[in-house]
C-alpha cells in the first residue's frame, strides 16, 4: 500500500468526517484535492517520480499536506529539522541528493546560507538544488502556484518498495545517517502503531510532534488510515496544546516525556487529588489515551499523568527510525517503566553486551543484554543512505542493534536500563541513568533532572546529576536540599548517590524533546551552583 493511495481511500470512504482540525479545517475530500493540486505544483516545478525533495519547515498542516504530495508524485520526501544550522542543512541537502528545497519563513535565512554553502563546497556533482517558498505572504508560494492545478490525482503508479521518505538521525557522533523507508515500512509501521497504541477509528489527535521525526510521521499517517481527525500545532507551547485540547476535544496524545512533563505543570491539563494540578478541574478531559516514546519515562511522570487524566490506555513504545516499532508496554500504569513485548510485527532477543557481539549468542534469563531487533520486520528500513560503516557497525546477521541495554522479568518484559552510550562506569561499577532520575525527581526542590557521567580522577566517571531548581528556589538552597534528599530520603544505595550535583537554568533537549546528555557531558552547560565548588 503506497500512502498517497491511503490519503485517496480515506476519501473514498468518508469525504466529509473532518480530516485536518485547528485554524484551517478540512474534510478528506478537501484535504485529497489540495494535496493533488500541490502535486501538481510539485511537477511544475520540476520534481519527477524517485526524486528527493527536501522540506526544511516549521511543521503544521503545510508540511503534512505537501509530504503526503510527495507520495503522491512518487517523489522522496526528505523532512528536515528547522533547528538545524546552515552547515549541517547544506551537508544533508547535498547527502541526499535533493532536487527541490521548500522552506518558509522561519528557515529562508538558514537556507539561504546552506546555498551559499553548497556553491562553495568543491564537490564532484554538486546537487541542482531549487527552492521555493511555502507560507509566505512575501513570496511566491508552492501553495499559490497550487491554486490553478487540478484536483485529480498526478497520473504516476507508486509502488509498495518505492521509497517514501527519508529521515536523517540526530546520532551521538559524526554526521548525521539519512534512514531511508519505502511506502510499506511506513504503511506496516502506521497500521502498528494503530493496534499497539490504543489509537482507533476517528479519534481527533494533537499533531505536534515534528514531522521530521517518525513519531510525527506515524501519528499523522496512522490518523489517515483510521479516518481521524489530525489537528496541527507547528511548534510545541503547553498552553496553546492545551486549549488545542479543549476546543478541539482532543482524544488521544502521542508525545515525548518532556512535553507531558510541560503539560502537567500549567495546572491544566487534568483533574487530580494531588500533584501539579492542585486538584483542579482541567481542560483536557476529552484525553482518553495517552502514549509515549523517544525517551524512558519516570514512574512519578507516570504516577502524576494517570492521577491527571484517567486514561483507558497508557502505552510505552520503544522503537527507533530505523525500524519503527521494538516493544510494546501495553499499561503504563499497571507497570511503569516496562517496554513490554515484541510489537506484532517484530521479534525481539536480548545479546551480550559486548560491542559486536554475535546476534546468536543470548544471555540467560534475568541477565542484562544488549537489544537485537530482527530485520525481517515489515517495519523495518534496508540500510544507511550510503553509509555502509554504519551498516556494518548497526546490522549483524540480518538483526539490528539499536544500542539498548534491557533486563527481561519474570513476565517476559524487558525493562529498558539504559544505553550503551549512557552507561556510566564509576569506580568499576556500571551505573544506569535512569532509576537514579526516577529517586531525585520525587524531591520537592527539584522540576527536572537529568543524570550523566563526567569525568574525574578517582572515579573515572563521577555519577553527577544536573537538575532544574523548581520555581522560587534559589540554585545554592536547591543544591543542598537535593544533596540531603538523596541522602536521606530517596533510597539509593551509596554506589548510585550522585558524587556531584548541578543546578542548571534548563536541560538541553532536541527539537523533539530528547535529553542531549552528550551536550552536558561535553561541558555545554552553565552552572547556576555547584557542589564541587566550581564556577556558578
Not at 546476534?359 to 534475568?366: A, I, Q, R, S
Not at 544505553?419 to 561499577?429: A, F, L, P, T, Y
Amino acid at each position: 500500500m503506497d500512502l498517497g493511495t491511503v490519503l485517496r481511500w480515506a476519501a473514498d470512504r468518508y469525504p466529509h468526517r473532518r480530516a485536518v482540525g485547528g485554524p484551517s479545517p478540512m474534510t478528506y475530500a478537501q484535504w485529497d484535492a489540495h494535496v493533488n493540486r500541490l502535486a501538481h505544483a510539485l511537477a511544475g516545478l520540476g520534481v519527477r517520480q524517485g526524486d528527493h525533495v527536501v522540506m526544511s519547515l516549521s511543521g503544521g498542516e503545510r508540511q503534512a499536506s505537501l509530504h503526503f504530495a510527495a507520495q503522491k508524485l512518487g517523489a522522496v520526501a526528505v523532512p528536515l529539522s528547522f533547528r538545524l544550522s546552515s552547515d549541517e542543512l547544506a551537508y544533508c541537502v547535498a547527502d541526499a541528493g535533493a532536487t527541490l528545497m521548500i522552506t518558509d519563513e522561519s528557515t529562508a535565512e538558514t537556507a539561504e546560507a546552506a546555498e551559499r554553502a553548497l556553491a562553495d563546497q568543491s564537490l564532484t556533482d554538486p546537487p541542482p538544488v531549487n527552492r521555493v517558498m511555502s507560507g509566505s505572504a512575501k513570496d511566491t508560494t508552492i501553495e499559490r502556484m497550487a491554486l490553478d492545478q487540478p484536483s485529480t490525482a498526478p497520473d504516476v503508479t507508486v509502488r509498495d518498495h518505492d521509497l517514501s521518505v527519508m529521515l536523517y538521525t540526530s546520532g551521538t557522533t559524526g554526521k548525521p545517517k539519512g534512514v531511508p523507508r519505502t511506502h510499506s515500512a511506513e504503511y506496516h509501521a502506521s497500521v502498528a502503531h494503530l493496534i499497539q497504541s490504543g489509537q482507533s477509528r476517528f479519534d481527533v489527535t494533537l499533531g505536534v510532534m515534528p514531522l521530521f521525526h517518525t513519531m510525527g510521521l506515524r501519528t499523522l499517517i496512522a490518523t489517515v488510515i483510521g479516518a481521524g481527525t489530525w489537528v496541527p500545532q507547528a511548534r510545541f507551547d503547553p498552553g496553546e496544546a492545551i486549549e488545542l485540547m479543549r476546543r478541539e476535544r482532543i482524544t488521544s496524545l502521542y508525545l515525548v516525556p518532556t512535553m507531558y512533563w510541560s503539560l502537567l505543570r500549567t495546572g491544566r491539563l487534568g483533574e487530580a487529588t494531588g500533584g501539579a494540578t492542585g486538584g483542579a478541574k482541567g481542560e483536557a478531559t476529552s484525553v482518553r489515551k495517552l502514549a509515549y516514546a523517544g525517551a524512558a519515562m519516570t514512574p512519578a511522570l507516570a504516577g502524576e499523568l494517570a492521577e491527571a487524566l484517567h486514561p483507558e490506555s497508557f502505552v510505552n513504545h520503544l522503537g527507533s527510525t530505523e525500524i519503527y516499532t521494538f516493544t510494546i508496554g501495553p499499561d503504563v500504569v499497571a507497570k511503569p517503566g516496562s517496554a513490554g513485548r515484541a510489537g506484532v510485527f517484530s521479534q525481539v532477543r536480548l545479546v551480550s553486551p559486548h560491542p559486536g557481539a554475535d546476534p546468536d549468542d543470548l544471555v540467560e534469563p534475568g541477565e542484562l543484554g544488549q537489544l537485537a531487533v530482527s530485520m525481517r520486520s515489515p517495519e523495518a528500513f534496508a540500510g544507511y543512505w550510503r553509509r555502509p560503516d554504519a551498516d556494518a557497525k548497526s546490522i549483524r546477521g540480518g538483526w539490528y542493534f539499536p544500542g539498548d541495554l534491557a533486563v527481561a522479568d519474570e513476565d517476559g518484559d524487558l525493562r529498558v536500563e539504559g544505553r550503551v552510550d549512557d552507561m556510566i562506569n564509576s569506580g568499576g561499577e556500571n551505573i544506569y541513568p535512569d532509576d537514579i532520575e526516577d529517586a531525585l525527581i520525587r524531591c520537592p526542590a527539584v522540576n527536572e533532572v537529568v543524570v550523566v557521567g563526567l569525568e574525574d580522577d578517582r572515579w573515572g566517571q563521577a555519577v553527577t546529576a544536573f537538575f532544574v531548581p523548581a520555581v522560587g528556589r534559589a540554585p545554592g538552597d536547591a543544591t543542598a536540599a537535593l544533596q540531603e534528599y538523596a541522602r536521606e530520603q530517596s533510597g539509593l544505595p551509596s554506589v548510585k548517590r550522585p558524587k556531584r550535583y548541578i543546578a542548571v537554568a534548563e536541560i538541553p533537549k532536541s527539537a523533539v524533546g530528547k535529553l542531549l546528555r552528550r551536550q552536558l557531558r561535553s561541558g555545554g552547560y552553565d552552572a547556576l551552583a555547584d557542589s564541587s565548588g566550581g564556577p556558578a
